[in-house]
């Protein structure tokens, strides 16, 4: 085996149990609420996320089976095209959430932030009333 066999029995095994169940529900349909605000780019995160999972068992599974090291260094370079999709998904992803965000924000009526629920009008606010920054209220 290649290195300490406990690493390389860990890496596998915690990033199939850290990295692998997001990705996997976010492409089966599930939004977590921390993302849910940039949607139009989580399937690319998701994908993404996949291609660092793939780069792990790449770096990890050859040192396991104590593969030679021209096999070790063959996979971790491919492990590190994987890497670089990552990148380029990560780096669409953003550009795909910066579209639709300014697309929104070009919409009229549209915002980022939520209106308030309608209510009554607080004091200075409402139909007739000269507001809280006019010259009459001076």
Same mark, same amino acid.
């Given at each position: ?20 169940? &997001?990705?996997?529900?976010? *492409? =089966? ?9 940039? $949607?139009?780019?989580? +399937?690319? %995160? ?31 370079? &491919?492990?590190?095209?994987? *890497? =670089? ?9 953003? $550009?795909?959430?910066? +579209?639709? %965000? ?37």
């Amino acid at each position: 085996m290649n290195g300490d066999p406990l690493y390389h029995w860990l890496l596998p095994a915690l990033s199939t149990v850290l990295v692998l169940p &997001v990705p996997v529900a976010v *492409l =089966a349909g599930w939004t977590p609420p921390w993302m849910r605000h940039r $949607r139009a780019g989580l +399937r690319l %995160r998701a994908y993404a996320v996949l291609n660092i999972y793939a780069f792990l068992l790449l770096s990890g599974v050859p040192r396991i089976t104590d593969a030679s090291f021209r096999t070790v260094m063959s996979c971790a370079t &491919v492990g590190f095209g994987f *890497l =670089a999709a990552a990148v380029v998904l990560f780096l669409l992803a953003d $550009r795909r959430d910066t +579209r639709a %965000r300014t697309f929104a924000l070009s919409r009229p009526g549209r915002t980022e932030e939520p209106t308030p629920p309608p209510g009554p009008p607080r004091a200075g606010e409402g139909p007739g009333s000269p507001g809280p920054w006019s010259a009459k209220t001076r």
